[in-house]
């Protein structure tokens, strides 16, 4: 999960990242996003802000070189193309909007991110999104990779939720105003599926189990996510904002189908909380951002083979941990930031082990659709201590959306 | 699950019942700008209670929000807008979220002063290939025109009189009442207006424009390459020189852009910086437009004067 332990050869990791679809993605525009989201441009290199045609198209293309060393040895640099995002919006109706995500990771075929329709027509502040989307999670699992603040996303959310959590099914969303400045968001979805992707651990190419969620449930085998939010007023121009999200799956399996092994009748929860306090100066400017997650998951949190050549058995881990990361982020102008972000959790193969991760970034922004982003690093797991440079580019075309929400 | 349901349910009931109280008389108006917010002001009186998005110091194509502001703009009886895209980073993701009907574009309780107004500076193409444009569909701070506030007031006054009919004789009075107080104030104007022009100045950001063209003042150049795109060396170099050659010394800024870029063509082309309102509480004693106005052109005719 953390930074390869193995030698790797690696320099240039090129994110194409986002075509999308979404004629109406100036019509709708971005989502009102608070501090900590990413913000996306909405029309980047190459479109113009007409939004006369439709379905609105856009591509991002996220570059980025790293080097690696573990425990002194150097393990070199390699080049990689992470992503190439193709996404697509319009709206269908005027009460309703959808979107879709395709990705390619490292230059594979790519795969559906989202693909999801936002409807708005039962009134008031609440809207129904059906589909396939990233989770209403804290505040980072709704965003793609090239949208985080840092190169992968923070260590406790890949180790509890994975690198990325889409989910396949139906959220209500609603907003209501606690007093004249403060707005409570919450959120809750039923999905047929909630295991997270990408959780990898180097093992050197270890096989391992499965997780995979029963084709038919009852109701009560749904997984479920849920958030609430609320933000308010903090100064004449700052905000803080408190969350707590939970993501429960109740019926899971764990199968090793080489040798025909199962465990079933599984299931996990992750808890959440988060905080987050923003302001800026007169200008609006230079910002100020500093936030925090912490996370636990408790249930069937992880599965093993119990001999990696000959399996007879999958050993469950039936165990509880828990993670954490804080990070803090200046903007002196629009086109300079740096940060830093500390990450620690228990690993769910063996909650009695952890690693961690500090991270130091500066990121500048070329223009309002391009950016480059130096970083470093310092990973440790299980003893083993690692450090990566990397340098990362990020650029937006034609008009872009993704379904964010504060 | 089920608690989760109950939950949901409570939340949905609190939300249906928040929206019912807090009935006053006043007429509730967000404005993206305190140029508009003051305008709104002058005209609605005691009819209406007035929320600006921006602050006068910030930079208006990146305005940070608040989560009051989402909650003012839900329950807004008029929202009034620049328009020209000046406020497209954020106003339509904020309509979005606030999901107020009245007020959505179309609606009568949208207002975008930019309707009827001719802009200037509009791109041939969006290529973007030097980046971005923040004036995609011409510059869009009349504000700073002399013209600028009564035109803003006339579409204000549209608005107002489109969702209170009832006190339509009131706002008239006080738009009319308000063209004679701009008569009065574009006298003083015209009369440092004359002085300045012919001469020539630097901006940091295309602001200004209107307001110098207006006035026969020759923009020179601005350290923004493109309206957006900050400044680089190369620009600036290339600046510099050419105002060293032609012996041009005044720069204008404002607030947001008096940073290290413009002390660099202070110190390099011997230039006089000065900082100037670009929108209503910029700077001390710009607390109304026409305030605002006024100081704008006693700014620029000393800088003027003296360079
Ligand atoms: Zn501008």
Redesign the pocket.
């Known amino acids: 999960m953390l930074l390869p332990s193995v030698p790797v050869l690696r320099v240039a990791r090129t994110t194409l990242g986002a075509l999308v679809v979404g004629g109406a993605a100036l019509a709708q525009g971005p989502a009102f996003d608070s501090p900590g989201l990413s913000k996306p441009p909405r029309a980047g290199d190459g479109f113009t802000l007409s939004n006369d045609f439709n379905p609105a198209i856009g591509v991002v293309i996220d570059a980025f070189a790293d080097g690696i060393a573990t425990d002194g040895a150097d393990d070199g640099f390699d080049a990689e193309l992470r992503v190439l995002e193709l996404n697509f919006s319009a709206h269908i109706d005027p009460e309703a909007w959808a979107y879709v995500v395709l990705a390619s990771e490292n230059g594979e075929n790519p795969r559906l991110d989202e693909a999801a329709v936002e409807y708005t027509g039962m009134g008031g502040n609440q809207v129904l999104k059906v589909g396939r989307f990233f989770v209403d999670f804290g505040k980072q699992m709704q965003n793609h990779l090239e949208g985080l603040r840092t190169l992968e996303r923070p260590l406790p959310l890949r180790e509890f939720l994975g690198e990325e959590l889409a989910g396949t099914g139906v959220q209500y969303d609603n907003w209501f105003a606690a007093g004249d400045a403060t707005p409570v968001r919450f959120s809750i979805g039923a999905f047929a599926s909630l295991l997270g992707e990408g959780h990898e651990h180097d093992d050197g190419g270890t096989p391992e189990p499965a997780g995979v969620v029963p084709d038919r449930k009852d109701i009560d085998e749904l997984s479920f996510v849920a958030r609430i939010t609320a933000m308010t007023d903090a100064g004449e121009r700052g905000l803080a904002q408190l969350g707590a999200s939970v993501r429960h799956v109740p019926a899971f399996d764990f199968t090793f189908d080489d040798a025909g092994l199962a465990q079933r009748g599984l299931s996990n929860t992750v808890f959440g909380v988060d905080a987050t306090w923003a302001t800026s100066d007169a200008t609006g400017l230079k910002r100020t951002l500093i936030g925090g997650e912490f996370l636990a998951i408790d249930g069937d949190i992880a599965g093993a083979l119990d001999d990696p050549v000959t399996p007879t058995a999958i050993d469950v881990v039936d165990d509880s941990a828990t993670g954490f990361f804080v990070f803090g982020d200046y903007a002196w102008d629009r086109y300079h930031s740096a940060g830093v972000q500390y990450a620690a959790a228990d690993l769910t193969e063996d909650p009695s082990l952890d690693a961690s991760e500090l991270d130091l970034y500066y990121t500048h922004n070329l223009t309002e659709f391009r950016r480059l982003r130096f970083g470093v690093t310092v990973g440790e797991e299980g003893g083993v201590d690692s450090t990566r440079a990397y340098v990362q580019f990020t650029n937006y075309f034609g008009n872009h959306f993704h379904g964010l929400n504060w | 699950m089920k608690h989760l349901l109950l939950l949901a349910g409570l939340l949905f009931v609190h939300t249906e019942t928040a929206g019912a109280h807090g009935a006053d008389s006043q007429l509730r108006v967000v404005a993206t700008i305190p140029d508009i917010a003051d305008i709104v002001r002058t005209i609605g009186g005691e009819h209406v209670d007035v929320t600006s998005i921006a602050a006068g110091t910030m930079n208006?194509?990146a305005v940070p929000l608040k989560p009051s502001m989402l909650i003012a703009v839900n329950r807004a009886d008029l929202f009034v807008q620049m328009g020209f895209a000046?406020e497209h980073a954020y106003v339509p993701g904020m309509l979005a979220k606030a999901r107020n009907p009245k007020i959505r574009a179309g609606q009568p309780g949208f207002v975008d002063c930019s309707q009827g107004w001719e802009p200037f500076d509009v791109p041939e193409s969006l290529s973007r290939s030097g980046g971005t444009d923040?004036?995609p569909l011409g510059n869009?701070?009349f504000n700073l025109d002399p013209r600028g506030g009564a035109h803003i007031a006339a579409k204000v006054l549209e608005g107002l009189v489109r969702v209170d009919p009832g006190n339509e004789a009131e706002y008239r009075a006080a738009y009319d009442a308000f063209l004679g107080r701009i008569d009065t104030a574009a006298k003083r104007w015209k009369e440092l207006g004359e002085a300045m022009r012919g001469k020539r100045v630097v901006t940091y950001?295309?602001?200004l424009a209107y307001f110098l063209r207006y006035y026969g003042i020759e923009l020179f150049g601005t350290l923004e390459p493109k309206?957006g795109v900050p400044p680089t060396p190369k620009n600036l170099g290339m600046l510099i020189s050419r105002m060293t050659t032609e012996n041009v010394r005044v720069v204008l800024t404002s607030p947001w852009s008096n940073n290290k870029s413009v002390r660099f063509v202070q110190d390099k082309a011997n230039a006089t910086i000065v900082e100037v309102p670009t929108m209503v509480g910029g700077v001390p004693g710009a607390d109304s437009w026409i305030e605002m106005m006024d100081v704008l052109h006693e700014s620029v005719a000393r800088a003027l004067a003296d360079g």
């Open positions: 208006i194509h000046l923040l004036h869009p701070h950001h295309s602001e309206p």
